[in-house]
């Protein structure tokens, strides 16, 4: 019998931390998952604990290597895919000062608004980030500002990625996706930008070093490689952020290949060569390897947008049972047009004070009419980021869609309708962690590069639009981004 060849993605998230075995073709061969824990201390505030994450992220590679039944020999390598934008300040030894603060705190909105009347553009122009509170760079001037003793205590600033390698490995490396979107990397030179730090009032030396996504970290710690069931031969690949990974392992690579990827937030991306970043600040870019960046906007309100009004009705069903209803309800909701900036948003407002609102409601309408509404608002949403991000890239010539509101066929189809495009989706919702696994394979040398990922892809579906409804969704798209327009005046 000929000996499996098996590697490891792992994907740590907002929600969750998953270790995800697949063989060579990207067949999942076995996953396990370990929830985290947001904490809110006060309004705005979104906190989560890196000791627990780290500790979460080995053990979900130990449950993992136990239900693959994965043989010491069999294993090649681990590739990481982590959340963007998270902040963590620890001391001379390693050691957290305060909890890490994630992309959906939004204490700094004060210090966005400052610092992008004074010289936001030109900032934005050099590290392709956009000058949002979801930034480390943001995050920072605001502890900067208020004088917080963990930013004044710190020893080093780190991403939660950094801070589980260095926990590993003992080496402070950061990837280039990762550096890109703390906001403080100068994406020309993919290096730390010594302007932007000194405005955050930080030093290099607090800061790690920067590396391409296949660079190779070896000899882990014993103890932690006894914990994770693995040898401490396995080589372990840096990887880069959840959403070029997310790309990556959907096969949108090519230029006109086009990702959605929907879990409680959501982005529209695109791989681009070079560094090409859009002068109106309407989408990111961040850098992936020495000459690819990925273009694209991201949202505060994919699945969570219907997780809240889920509990705003108090309904007790599953989230399947609360779409269903919305199936038989058509096109348009009856009229009635949501905006889905329930969480602040990001693309395309760029405002945390920004507010959901349910325009169009009357006396008849029904809970499956607002469910209704909440999908095409999310949808109408990333389609709007996505004519942003054309102005960059170019139409798409391929969409493909992942995360997990990507398991609602209905909402696939409301996607394929308004798009008015087929809509790509893979039999399996790990493209963060398939995307993480291919990139250590290509820092190992076993496979020859990114874009043969192609060859060696799950089987997709294709589904395809429905035209008259396309031709429906454009007329109430108007009507979408003129009230969108209109009502951006009070979010403040």
């Known amino acids: 019998m000929m000996k499996r060849e098996l590697v490891i993605g792992l994907d740590i998230g907002t929600t969750s931390v998953k270790a995800v075995i697949f063989d060579m073709n990207g ?35 130990r449950d993992v290597t136990k239900k693959g039944n994965v ?18 300040c620890t001391n001379e030894n390693y050691e957290p000062l305060s909890e890490m603060i994630i992309w959906s705190d939004g204490r700094s909105s004060e210090q966005a608004e400052k610092i992008m009347r004074r010289n936001g553009k030109e900032i934005f122009l050099k590290t392709g980030t956009p000058i949002h509170p979801m930034t480390p760079f943001v995050k920072l001037l605001w ?39 703390t906001g403080l990397m100068n994406i020309k030179t993919l290096d730390w930008d010594d302007e932007v730090l000194e405005i955050a009032g930080i030093k290099r030396t607090q800061l790690s070093k920067i590396a391409p996504p296949t660079e190779v970290l070896i000899n882990i710690r014993a103890d932690i490689a006894k914990e994770m069931g693995i040898s401490t031969s396995v080589p372990f690949v840096l990887g880069s952020a959840d959403g070029q990974l997310a790309n990556l392992g959907s096969g949108a690579i090519s230029p006109g290949e086009v990702n959605v990827s929907v879990g409680t937030s959501g982005a529209i991306r695109q791989f681009i060569k070079g560094t090409n970043v859009n002068e109106r ?26 997780q809240w009004f889920k509990e705003l009705i108090e309904f007790e069903g599953t989230h399947d049972e609360l779409v269903a209803g919305a199936e038989q309800v058509e096109v ?73 509101l990507s398991q609602s066929p209905l909402w696939v189809q409301i996607m394929a309708d308004v798009f008015g ?34 060859n060696h892809m799950p089987i997709e579906k294709v ?29 403040t």
């Open 71 to 88: 043989q010491e020999d069999e294993l090649l390598t681990i590739g990481i895919s982590c959340a963007m934008h998270s902040l963590i």
């Open 281 to 306: 600040l309407e989408t990111f870019t961040y850098a992936f390897t020495d000459d690819t960046s990925i273009v694209g906007g991201p949202t505060n309100n994919g699945g969570i947008a219907l």
């Open 332 to 404: 348009g909701a009856d009229g009635i047009i949501f905006l889905p900036y329930v969480n602040g948003e990001r693309a395309p407002l760029w405002n945390q004070r920004a507010k959901g609102n349910f325009y169009g409601l009357s006396i008849g309408h029904k809970k499956e009419y607002l469910v209704r509404a909440v999908l095409e608002g999310i949808t109408f949403n990333i389609y709007q980021i996505g004519k942003s991000l054309e102005a960059v890239a170019g139409p798409p010539k391929k969409i493909s869609v992942n995360g997990g």
């Open 143 to 181: 502890m900067r500002e208020n004088q917080f003793g963990a930013y004044q205590n710190a020893a080093y600033f780190m991403t939660m990625k950094e801070f589980l390698l260095q926990k590993w490995f003992g080496e402070r490396v950061i990837d280039y996706a990762m550096a890109s979107s």
């Open 27 to 61: 067949k999942l061969i076995a996953e396990a998952e370990k929830m985290i824990t947001t904490y809110y201390p006060y309004p705005e505030w979104a906190e989560q604990n890196p000791l627990e994450i780290e500790r979460s992220s080995v053990l979900a590679i």
């Open 421 to 454: 495009k087929d809509i790509h989706l893979s039999d399996t919702h790990h493209n963060a962690a398939w995307g993480a696994a291919w990139t250590a394979l290509v820092g190992i040398k076993k496979v020859d590069s990114f874009e043969a990922i192609k």
């Open 463 to 491: 589904i395809q639009p429905n035209i008259d409804n396309h031709q429906e969704y454009k007329k109430i798209y108007e009507k979408y981004e003129k009230i969108a327009k209109d009502l951006s005046i009070y979010f």
